[in-house]
């Protein structure tokens, strides 16, 4: 049973999306996974739904000079299968075949992972690895900010999320994950991407909000990305970074964040080998 009432409008297409989406309580509706179990419980709230399913200009997966395009309204299971992302994005495809199980995959939009802001989900880790960004549609046309912006500040009021953009920089890119047993989200997870210039490396659920650790990154600039080498890069930074939670301590999740870094970073290696 849904607890809250509101009005519910399926837009012709993207321009009046944005107009509706301009009133007060107005929200996206898209995969749902995350919006309607909170009308249900009577934890979120809506005075307007805007359906934005049905509209084609936000799927699908296409490549262009080096950056993989993904529509917001591609589903987690079309991510996760998709060629092109295995192959040249392959942190984005782990994350997206991490969540759920398959009807949440089947049903979640990249675009709705990427922007629910009440739990660590796991889209955002990796695109931040990735150095991705999203592509804004609002009142004064369509913006693109860098993932690590948007995790900060969400999508603007009265603004859509249209697509992620992901440079295709091959398969040097890993994501490993612990999830909550119960809910399966990440209790922690860790995306890398190895480049010339050093590991990408970011974190969630361990930490406030999904984050690129810049510390640990320029600890292991010159590597090794051995276990030993990877924890002692973690040890370095402040406690503070992790937030306790769920029954774990701030100092068990910043251990476990470093494992799974020196894990991703090893599968990462090892895919260019």
Known sequence: ???????????????????????????????GQGLLPGL??????????????????????SL?????????????????????V??????????ARANGDPQVRNLGTAGGNLADRGRPTDLPVAALAAGAEVELAGPGG?????????????VPAGSVLTALLV???????????????ATRYPLCAAAVR?????????????????????????????????TEAVLAA????PRELFVPGRGTSAEYLGHLAGVLTARALARAARNTA
């Open 1 to 31: 049973m849904i607890l809250t009432e509101f009005d519910y409008v399926r837009p012709l297409g993207l321009d009046q999306a944005l107009e509706l989406l301009a009133g007060p309580g107005a929200r996206v509706l898209a995969g």
């Open 40 to 61: 249900r419980a009577g934890t979120d709230r809506a005075r307007l739904l805007v359906d934005v399913r049905h509209l084609e200009e936000l799927r699908g997966i």
């Open 64 to 84: 262009a000079d080096g950056i993989l395009r993904v529509g917001a309204l591609t589903t987690l299971a079309e991510l996760a299968a998709h060629p092109l």
């Open 86 to 95: 295995r192959e040249r994005a392959p942190e984005l495809a782990a994350a």
């Open 142 to 154: 369509r913006t693109r900010v860098s993932v690590e912006e948007f995790t900060a500040g969400g």
């Open 167 to 181: 440079p295709a920089e091959g398969p040097a890119a890993a994501f490993e994950k612990a999830a909550d047993r």
């Open 194 to 226: 190895i480049t010339a210039g050093g590991p990408r490396i970011a974190v969630t659920g361990a930490t406030p909000r999904a984050l690129r650790l810049r510390g640990v990154e320029d600890r292991l600039r010159t590597g090794p990305y051995t």
């Open 234 to 237: 973690f040890r370095a930074e």
